[in-house]
């Protein structure tokens, strides 16, 4: 079945550094990808989407690209900041079943 | 509009008895999702509604938990008898017909089962 697999947390990093949360999907034909973020106390908000491979979904300085040929959607940000603290979701849609799958979710704290 | 909303926010309720949670779905939204977060399984979906139909309930945990969508603006997820291990954050989300449509999801309700 469809399913994401992304890498196990929690990550800390310090103000300014770089961000990678490797994301990789199962799926049967061409599915959409998507991140999502979940501040504390909140519920999932879409960060970044794409939707065919080769795509690249971007937002508040944060971009994945679809690889078909690895199968992934990692997430990526330069310089992060404490208010990217929140737990970062990788999800996938797909045309063979309406429901979002997720991730088991990655922690991420920024430190100043 | 609001967004999808959720109540309670918080529910805390003891063994054996009924718990009722709510969503109104962003209006024009032709599917309803209801899922359970949990610190050990994560983001689980326990079922979703196509135009207030019940599309697939396959992540039902068993039959104490059961679901419905009345009207499009509408729908209860009922835990009946609760139990210490049905404690979690329940969202119920909604999104346009579509498969790569993105989700617009609720708070959440925060349940505690003593």
């Known amino acids: 079945g469809n399913s994401v697999t992304q890498m196990e947390g929690p990550v800390t990093l310090s103000e300014e550094a770089f961000l990678t949360i490797n994301c990789t999907y199962t799926a049967t034909g061409y599915p959409s990808l998507f991140w999502y973020v979940q501040y504390p106390g909140e519920g999932l908000q879409l960060l970044l989407k794409?939707?065919?491979?080769?795509d690249k979904g971007s937002n508040k300085g944060f971009e994945a690209t679809y690889r078909k040929e690895t199968t992934s959607f990692h997430l990526e940000k330069g310089s992060v900041q404490v208010s990217d603290s929140a737990v970062y979701f990788c999800?996938?849609?797909?045309?063979?079943?309406?429901?979002?799958?997720f991730g088991a979710g990655t922690r991420l704290t920024v430190k100043p | 509009d609001a967004g999808v909303i959720q109540s309670p926010r918080h529910e805390v309720t003891e063994m054996g008895q009924e718990v009722t949670l709510r969503c109104k779905p962003i209006s024009g939204h032709d599917y309803l999702f209801w899922y359970r977060q949990t610190m050990m399984r994560g983001l689980e979906l326990l079922i979703y509604?196509?135009?207030?139909?019940?599309?697939?309930d396959s992540g039902m945990p068993e039959d104490r938990f059961s679901a419905k969508m009345p009207n499009a603006s509408f729908s209860t997820l009922k835990i009946q008898p609760s139990e210490p291990r049905d404690s979690a954050v329940y969202f119920c989300?909604?999104?346009?017909?579509?498969?790569?449509?993105?989700?617009?999801f609720g708070s959440g309700t925060q349940l505690s089962v003593l």
């Open positions: 999800a996938l849609s797909a045309y063979n079943n309406n429901d979002m799958r």
């Open positions: 989300a909604s999104s346009l017909a579509s498969y790569n449509e993105k989700l617009f």
């Open positions: 509604f196509n135009n207030n139909v019940p599309i697939d």
């Open positions: 794409a939707t065919k491979a080769d």
